[in-house]
Each structure stands twice: as C-alpha cells, then as structure tokens.
C-alpha cells in the first residue's frame, strides 16, 4: 500500500524520495541544530526526553536509532538508558558526520557507533535489537511499510519499536496557531539562517500529508505490532507512537 506522504518529496526531479532526502539533507547539515532548534523553539528537547523515559521499564541494551541524523536522540538515550551499544543509521552521510563530531567530543565512541543504511534494506541480523527508535524520520521514508517490516524484523520478541513524529493539531486555536506558524514564521526563521528553503518548504508539505493517530496505529498492527499506544505533545503538535513486537 502506498501512502500520500510518500509521494512528497523535497524536490521536483526524477530521482527516489530516498535519494532526494539524502540530497537535502546532506545541505543543511552544517546548520541543522541550529536551525531545528530555532523552529521548535527547543521545545523538541523535552519531547525526546520524555519519549526516551518511556524506554526505561524495557532496560534495552542494544539500540537501533534510524534516520539519527546529527544523533541528538541518541546521545540522549545513551545519558538515561546507559545501554550497552547504540546503531544510530542513517543515509546522509553530511548529518551523521555532524554526529560523529558530537559523539567523539563525549568520548562516546564505544557506545555509539554511524553507520550509512537504507531503513527499507536494514543489513542487521534478525531480532538484533531490544529497541529500535527513531526521531522524525518517518515522514521522510520512502517505503513506510517495507521499513516497519524491517523494524520488527530486527527487534527481539518483546522488543519495543518507539517514534516522534510531527503531527497537525486537529482542535482550534492550536491547529489555527500551528497553520500559521508553518505558513509564515518557518520560511521567515529559515531566510534568517540562509538555509536551503526548499527544505522547510517540505516539512510542512510532509507533515500534512502523514498518517496520524489512528491510522498511524492501524498501519503498525498491519505491520506485526501489538500492544500499540500513543500520546500527544503540546496539544498535537508533537506524537509519540510506541509498539511492541
């Protein structure tokens, strides 16, 4: 099954929604903390760190984080869960090496290991993990249903699948503040910092076309999930999707 946020991609090419992200966000790189910050108004950094709480009950050892990016989350699992070892993948090459310059300033090295992987075509052995996490990056897949497959395929039985997402409020005033938000101070705050405004062109674009609430949990049962949850941050903003293998 195709979804509609799948057909959004960054650019107006020819070339795979995979191939488009990793373009876009090889380019901003260099200025993505900043700017990300700026835009959430560093209210994502209390989003991740409650999501990461919700991990502690599964005392996970091995974690996968997909689509890390500069690897904010997860540095951030490795100062709460302390595990054992964190995967944190991606396919752009210019985030990660971003990360890998925050990860060696902790002399966190041993903990947490880049690799460049394809969430569709995960090269890790069956049942790897006992968490695989992810923070926005779903929107950003090519293959939604392929990459869940490949998430339950890596987890251990009892395993817990955890992911952020950016979601449209769906009850007045915030769904009118947040419409206008996206429409007028995005593109503001990303001339402000000269960064490519293509990008912060799509974030809106995708966002409104992912699947949320419920149809976000009818499409991880779909997958093999089970005991599947969510909760919403700042009146919708913001969802965190929880499923068990």
Not at 77 to 103: F, Q, T
Request: proline fraction near 4%.
């Amino acid at each position: 099954m195709s979804y509609k946020v799948e057909q959004v991609n960054p650019y107006n090419g020819e070339q795979r929604k995979s191939e488009q992200v990793k373009k876009m966000f090889n380019e901003i790189a260099p200025k993505y903390d900043k700017l990300n910050g700026a835009l959430s108004l560093g209210i994502d950094d209390y989003w991740r760190s409650d999501a990461i709480r919700e991990l502690r009950r599964y005392q996970p050892r091995h974690i996968l984080d997909i689509a890390t990016g500069t690897g904010d989350f997860a540095l951030l699992a490795e100062k709460i869960l302390h595990p054992e070892k964190i995967y944190a993948v991606d396919i752009s090459e210019g985030m990660m090496s971003v990360g890998n310059k925050k990860v060696a300033a902790k002399g966190l090295e041993h903990v947490i290991t880049f690799e460049q992987q394809d969430c569709a075509t995960l090269t890790f052995a069956d049942e790897s993990f006992d968490a695989v996490t992810i923070a926005f990056g779903v929107r950003n897949f090519e293959d939604i249903d392929k990459s869940f497959s490949q998430v339950l395929r890596v987890l251990r039985p009892g395993g817990i699948f955890l992911f952020l997402e950016l979601t449209t409020p769906e009850q007045n005033p915030m769904r009118s503040l947040y419409n206008s938000y996206t429409k007028h101070v995005m593109p503001f705050l990303s001339g402000i910092f000269h960064t490519e405004r293509k990008a912060y062109e799509y974030l809106p674009e995708s966002i409104a076309a992912f699947p949320q609430g419920r149809e976000m949990m009818l499409i991880l049962k779909k997958n093999g999930f089970r005991n599947i949850r969510l909760r919403r941050y700042t009146m919708g903003v913001a969802t965190l999707y929880m499923a068990e293998k």
